[in-house]
């Protein structure tokens, strides 16, 4: 692939990069995509939920009225599901929703999702991403010079520092992720993609 612009937080252009095909230049594989994605967003559910059949909800011990007589219908417990107050029929139950996928799918997601953002343009390679005030002002508009201020972000780097956590954090559309954390979902949800050589070199050497 071509050579794409690395520039320093102000904006202006330090030199080129070569990123590697193999890694940011796949034909992206949708199918796999999709399930990565399916695959991180079941995981993240807790599966707690739970209601109570007829059998778990207190009381009905006794027949509220007597089967013949009354000109009512004829009922045998107060919990029956059709009564206010009843069980519940089909409702759900604890379970676990987090699935299963190869290593070698996950990484095909990985790699998609990152080609799609170079396909796009929306990805930003930077020399380094040191910010040297911790105020989220300052880093508005550090993202203003990049040209991202906006659009929903994510910042991978080789290295966080307390600057970059406390200066991002009070951002809603940006989400900072150490190259180590970086996921399929994540880069997806994002607009546009921010990213340090260094840690465009970790990745390459990881993903090849």
Do not use: C
Not at 76 to 104: A, L
Not at 161 to 169: C, P
Not at 186 to 208: G, P, R, Y
């Amino acid at each position: 692939m071509g050579k794409l612009s690395v520039l320093n937080i102000n904006g202006e252009k330090v030199k080129d990069i070569t990123l590697n095909e193999n890694v940011w230049a796949i034909k992206p594989n949708d199918a796999v995509l999709y399930d990565a994605i399916i695959l991180t967003r079941s995981s993240q559910r807790q599966g707690t939920h739970s209601t109570k059949t007829r059998a778990e909800v207190s009381g009905g011990g006794r027949k509220p009225w007597r089967q013949k007589g009354t000109g009512r219908a004829r009922h045998g417990s107060i919990r029956s599901p059709i009564w206010v107050g009843g069980g519940i029929v089909f409702g759900p139950k604890p379970r676990n929703y987090s699935k299963k996928m190869n290593r070698k799918e996950r990484r095909l997601a990985l790699k998609s999702a990152l080609s799609y953002k170079t396909i796009e343009n929306n990805l930003i390679v930077v020399d380094k991403f040191d910010v040297e005030s911790h105020k989220t002002k300052d880093m508005i508009k550090t993202l203003e010079q990049l040209g991202v201020v906006d659009e929903n972000v994510l910042i991978v780097v080789d290295e966080l520092t307390e600057n970059m956590i406390l200066g991002t954090r009070n951002l809603e559309n940006v989400i900072l992720l150490h190259v180590d954390e970086i996921n399929t979902v994540d880069i997806v949800s994002a607009d546009k993609m921010i990213i340090t050589v260094e840690a465009v070199n970790m990745l390459e050497e990881v993903l090849v």
